[in-house]
Structure formats: structure tokens, C-alpha cells
């Protein structure tokens, strides 16, 4: 018989908000980190030099021509293995899992951002790049003072619908170890042998945080729309 009782008190319940309490941080932590690199990629692929556009463009089709899962056995099995000693194990003597996980999440989804601020910026009239360019700016001054925040606020909609997709690829960090959510409810199911209780709760985290951000980027769009 279904009990949720089981699941509001005692070590499951500490298991469960942990995992929830770290799904939440790997997604805001990669979300600080990957807007920042997104914007510096759509840069590279808008750039004036060829060079700067190769490299943009190898950026996003090496990212995402490849599983979001192969990237977490790279960055967590082989990528510390190039390291040089000292580094490989000052990384193993802390969270190397956390850090692994972040470093995959930011780089995929840096990735899919960078096509969204792309666009922003290509909708945004040419006449306002010629301006910042008469008034003496810089590519990278008009970028950043004048074209940017615009380009930013016309990619919200997507950007949050990207954000979705990172909650949503948390999960896949129980892979490496990660005890976020669907790690601690195995956890939870393995040891109470409770399996439709703990994947429940599981469930119902994800689908109530998906359900806000979709909620926020409704109501963005709409304020955008009017």
C-alpha cells in the first residue's frame, strides 16, 4: 500500500532534501556560470574575424554532437587524468563528482544558450551596431553596452526554457556519483525497499520545480508580448 508517511521523518527524509537541496545548486551554480560563457560564444560566432567565428563554431558543434551523458564520464573519468599530479589530487581530495557535473553542465548548456543569445543579437537592427560604431565603440563596447542587455531581453523566453532542460539533465549527474535527487532516492528506495514512494517524491520535486520555471517563462513572454 502506498504510505508517504515513510518518507516525512527520519534519515529518508534527510536524504531526500539533500538530494533536492544539491540538484538545485548544481542548477544554479551551472546557470551562473553558463549565461556568462553563452554570451562570449555568440559573440565568437557573430565576430568580424573568421578565426573568432571558427572557434565559436567548433565550440557549439563539439558540445552538442555529443550525449550529455558521455560528457559527464569524460569531465568525471577521463579529463582529471590529464592533469598534472598535484592538481589530480588536490580535485580528488575534494568534491570531485559536484565539480565534474558543473563543469559538463556548464559546457552543454553554454552550448544550446549561445544559439538562443545568437539569435537575440541578429534580431536586433543593424543600424544600432553602426551607431555604437559612430559614437567610437569597440565590437566588443557595442557588444557589451549596447546590443547585449537588448539581445538578452528578446532570448529570455528561450534562455528559461533552457533552464528547464538543466533541472531536467541534473539527473543524469547520478551517473558519477552526484547525490542529488535521483541519487538519494535510490538511496532511499534500496534501503527501505519503498520504490514507489521514493520515486514519487522524486516525481513531484521535479515536476513541481519544471512546472515554476515554465510558469516564469509564460509570464515572461506575456510582459515581453505586451
Request: with cysteine; glycine share 6%; net charge positive.
Amino acid at each position: 500500500m502506498f504510505d508517504p508517511h515513510i518518507l516525512l521523518s527520519g534519515d529518508y527524509r534527510d536524504w531526500l532534501l539533500a538530494g533536492l537541496l544539491l540538484s538545485l545548486q548544481l542548477m544554479g551554480i551551472t546557470l551562473l556560470l553558463s549565461l556568462p560563457l553563452a554570451c562570449g560564444v555568440a559573440m565568437l560566432r557573430l565576430a568580424p574575424s573568421r578565426l573568432l567565428n571558427a572557434l565559436g563554431t567548433v565550440y557549439i558543434e563539439l558540445i552538442r554532437n555529443v550525449p550529455l551523458l558521455a560528457h559527464f564520464l569524460f569531465w568525471y573519468f577521463a579529463a582529471p587524468e590529464l592533469l598534472p599530479q598535484a592538481w589530480k589530487e588536490r580535485l580528488y581530495a575534494g568534491n570531485v563528482e559536484a565539480t565534474s557535473a558543473v563543469v559538463a553542465l556548464t559546457l552543454y548548456t553554454a552550448a544550446y544558450m549561445a544559439e538562443d543569445i545568437r539569435s537575440g543579437i541578429r534580431a536586433i537592427p543593424m543600424q544600432q551596431f553602426e551607431a555604437g560604431r559612430a559614437l567610437g565603440f569597440g565590437y566588443l563596447a557595442t557588444m557589451r553596452l549596447c546590443i547585449l542587455p537588448q539581445a538578452l531581453r528578446l532570448a529570455a523566453p528561450p534562455l528559461l526554457s533552457q533552464t528547464l532542460n538543466l533541472w531536467q539533465n541534473t539527473s543524469i549527474a547520478t551517473v558519477i556519483g552526484v547525490a542529488e535527487l535521483m541519487y538519494q532516492t535510490q538511496r532511499v528506495e534500496s534501503a527501505s525497499f519503498r520504490s514507489v514512494e521514493a520515486f514519487a517524491f522524486a516525481s513531484a520535486a521535479y515536476l513541481a520545480i519544471s512546472l515554476g520555471i515554465a510558469g516564469a517563462a509564460f509570464l515572461l513572454q506575456k510582459r515581453l508580448a505586451r
